[in-house]
């Protein structure tokens, strides 16, 4: 484990393997590095990987002011410099992830070798985002606990409890900072980048999950069609795909190298 001291923000991050392969992990909002436990568990040797815990987020600092997708994409680019992981990267993001994964590809378009978005986040329907302030509300009222319930019964259908990773992730959820996982609801209800999908210009792999209930999988495809020549496929996931579909993640990551 190491930390990674930026101008305004000390990030947690992970940077295993050795292979030829820069592989960068994003996680959800609410989740942190350990929701990718089990895809890394499962990569080749391939890769040179990188996870972190985003502003806010597990063992990262926890900022009192609000943040946006623009400090998040600072983040990313000061801890891919202060890591000295090479590019070009494949950046994986899953559900809020995949947000900061396109704002880095639209930014940096010659460092990304490919793009991997599962059930991504990328705009938030505008009868949705009053849900997200309220919910940030009452998680800094009442703390995470008084909303965990609701929120994983949306994104964890009771259907994949059965393989024991439910209890961890749910732990995991609650200990979260309440405070600055509000700021990041509030960031997603602010980001509206899908409206700059047409303008990637690297691969795009897009990957939705059939039990879903946040983002379905039309919606998901709906954000493949956007993209020019990207690919979509689905797979048996809801909307957590690191933790509820390891072996697919893994593999569709396998699958986009070995192309490249």
Known sequence: MSWVELPDIVLHAELTGGGPHSLVLLHELGGSLDSFDHVVARLSTGFRTLRYDQRGAGLSEKPRQPFGLDDQLRDLQGILAATGLQPPYTLAGVAAGCAVAVAYALAAPAQVANLLLCCPALT????RRGYLIDRSDR??????????TASLDRSYPQMLRQDGRFDAYRARFIANDPVTYGHANRALADTDIATRLGDLAVPVHVLAGRHDLLRPPADVQAVAVAIPGA???I??????????????????????????
């Open 139 to 148: 998680a800094a009222r009442e703390g995470m606990r008084a909303i965990a």
């Open 231 to 233: 690919s979509f496929a």
């Open 124 to 127: 938030v329907p505008p009868e």
């Open 235 to 260: 797979v048996d996931s809801g909307h957590l795909m690191a933790v509820q579909a390891p072996d697919a993640l893994a593999a569709a990551l396998s699958s986009l190298t070995d192309r490249s």
